[in-house]
């Protein structure tokens, strides 16, 4: 079964700071997705970056970038320039290609402070 | 575009009560999933459906069920509510059956007393 780990209950980055969030997965499988999602406390789930595990290029959304290392099975979020409008929970996930099915991590609990 | 909504927003039920919460996804959006979210953890999957029929199922008891409309939207039931049940359900949608990414609503909040 697989399964996605965040070791990092709780972070914090001071505004215009870079942050890195962690996240490692277990899986026997060799195709598949990952996936960072924000929860704000507005509660609604917000897709962050998503890369797919056949693309060696980490993937990359404005100040959101990946380091996607499949050997190690270690998906981290880098967030640059943070702003206050990051603070957030901040989930990774997994999907099998032939699902629908998310599996979460726990989250990490980001605060920007000014 | 309206997003995926979600009602109610927050529900209070007694133990042992019956409870029905409701998703409209996103317009063109055939598959809709639920999740489970209880406080401190991530979210756990309960169903997918598409295009009205059960496409997965996580591990939850036969107290919680769910369909899917002719419209695409959803309902899920949960039977004999315990107090284990108090959690934020979260909806997300779809374009396809197997895709890229979701979108998801901003959650029913139920707590069971």
């Known amino acids: 079964a697989q399964t996605v780990t965040q070791s990092q209950p709780e972070m914090s980055v001071q505004e215009a700071e870079t942050v890195t969030l962690s996240c490692t997965y277990d899986t026997s499988e060799n195709n598949y997705y990952l996936f960072w999602y924000k929860q704000p406390p507005s509660r609604q789930m917000i897709l962050v970056i998503r890369q797919e595990a056949y693309k060696q290029q980490n993937a990359t959304e404005n100040r959101f970038s990946v380091n996607f290392q499949k050997a190690a099975k270690s998906f981290s979020l880098k967030i640059s320039d943070s702003q206050l409008g990051d603070t957030a929970m901040y989930f990774c996930?997994?999907?099998?290609?032939?699902?629908?099915?998310?599996?979460f991590g726990t989250g990490t609990r980001l605060q920007v402070f000014p | 575009d309206a997003g995926v909504t979600q009602s109610p927003t927050h529900l209070i039920k007694t133990r042992g009560q019956h409870v029905t919460l409701r998703c409209s996804p996103i317009s063109g959006h055939k598959s809709v999933s639920w999740y489970q979210q209880v406080l401190g953890q991530g979210p756990q999957f309960i169903f997918q459906y598409y295009e009205k029929e059960e496409r997965g199922r996580g591990n939850f008891p036969d107290r919680f069920s769910a369909r899917q409309f002719p419209n695409y939207s959803s309902e899920l039931n949960v039977n004999a509510l315990l107090l284990g049940d108090s959690a934020l359900y979260l909806c997300?949608?779809?374009?396809?059956?197997?895709?890229?990414?979701?979108?998801f609503g901003s959650g029913t909040r139920l707590t069971v007393v």
């Open positions: 996930a997994f999907r099998r290609p032939v699902t629908d099915k998310l599996i």
């Open positions: 997300a949608s779809s374009s396809v059956g197997y895709t890229f990414g979701y979108t």
